[in-house]
Each structure stands twice: as structure tokens, then as C-alpha cells.
């Protein structure tokens, strides 16, 4: 069956819906050639028959199918962002500028380049704007962008091993909080709840609802429970296994979450 609705991955892992309207028969990986918004755009196809159920917006049509000269402009397209990138981070270093250059961008059609950065404060970029516009023919854009889209423009790997989540499938950033941490009993001093970006990782969003619940079930720390064994107060509780350790008078004791209510005295 020819597919009507092609989802499309184009650089910095966006992806973007387009309709089939011409009826081509496409293949995942396929490079296409699409108009969104009346400006022509190239990228690969990443999935086919995508259901329309879940009103997510379509953004122009697919044109055509890649042809060889389309490979070539997008090639010629990352060859000359390669030397903007080199050539913009030379002039930030000529004047002084504070900022940090990620990534550069170019319309299929050479017309604006896009230029991506990451800063602390505002920067005056019109003189390097103005360089830049002397260097490159078509129109220049500066894009100030934040430290989590910074990792996806560039890339990586996790301590998990795998592409970061960011570059693989999240499309908007959730926010990430310590309480989350907290919450699944992270160090607060530790590194290792630090992505790429040196931000709290975005998976701890997958199970943060998990341990949510879970804590609801269970007693807190430093709470005062009835246990088969006296009255004690916790002081561990293993989330996984639900299982809770109290301190009593005659020493630690580890309990199911049912065993436990009131103290006697309460």
C-alpha cells in the first residue's frame, strides 16, 4: 500500500510530517526532497503509513524522490556549513566574543545559513553577522540555544551505552528535577545523574511515576511504625522489593510493607 503520511528525519534528529500526495513508493532511508512552507528542504525517510489519529501537525508534501543532483547539493550543503563553522570560529575569536559556536546549518537551497551557539549572557553578534554575510553569500541567522539542545546538535552516547535520548527520540525536553533524583534515591553529589549536557539525565522522567507510587506505599524514612516484632522507626526501605528495615530495641529488623501499621502507643 503507497503510504499517504511519511514521517522525515532531517539533521539535529528533527523530524517533521509530510502527505504523500504525488504517490511515490518509498522506502525507509529514502532521501526525499519536501516544501514545507514554500522553501524546499532534504531528508530521509523514517517511517511510512503513520496514523493521522494523534493530530500531529503535517508540514508540507513530499516533492520528489532524492535524485542524484539533490545528493550532490545536500553534500555541497554540509561541506560549505563545515567551512562557515570553521570560519565563524575564527571571527568569534577576532572579536572577543563570548559564546560557544555548535553547529551550522544551511537552507537546501544555499540561501541562509544558520548558526547555532550557546552563551551565558546576551551577545552583540552584528559585527560577526556582518563578516560572516562579506564571507557567505545568502542571508545569516544567529540561533542562542540552551546546553540540553547543544548535546542533541552534537550528539553521543549515554552511560547506558546507547544514543542519547535526545538525538534518538525526544522531540521536546520535559523538565528534570533534583526531587526526581531524590525521589529514586540518587546521590545528590553524584556525577552520574549528569547527561552529556550536564543536566539531570532525562530518563529519570521514565520512572519517576513508578516511584511515585511506590513511595506512597511504602513508609518514609525516620517514620514511627507497628511491627509483629514491637514498635520501631525506619530507617531503609527497599523500593524494588518492598520491603522496609526498621530499627527496634533489640536491633534492625526487615519487614514487608503489609506487616507494618500503627505503633502500639498511637
Known sequence: MIPTLVEVLFKE????????????????RDLVVVNSGGALEIGAVLRMDVPPADRKPVHGEIVRKATDEDAARLHANRRREAEAFHACGGLVTKHGLSM?????????????????FTAEKRVDFRALVRDLASMFRGRIEMHQI?????????????????????????KAFAPVTLKMAKEQNLSMTSNKMLGLCSRLMCCLNYEDRFYEQAHAQLPRVGTAVGTPKGDGTVFKVDLMR????????DGPAEFDAGELGEPKGK
Open 100 to 116: 560557544k559556536l555548535v553547529d551550522v546549518e544551511s537552507k537546501f537551497d544555499g540561501s541562509k545559513l544558520t548558526f547555532f
Open 13 to 28: 534528529a528533527r523530524t517533521r510530517r509530510f502527505s504523500n500526495g504525488n504517490q511515490l513508493e518509498l522506502c525507509q
Open 146 to 170: 540552551g546546553v540540553r539542545d547543544e548535546a542533541r546538535r552534537q550528539g553521543g552516547f549515554g552511560m547506558c551505552g546507547r544514543e542519547l535520548c535526545c538525538v534518538r527520540w525526544i
Open 242 to 249: 518492598q520491603r522496609v528495615h526498621v530499627r527496634l530495641e
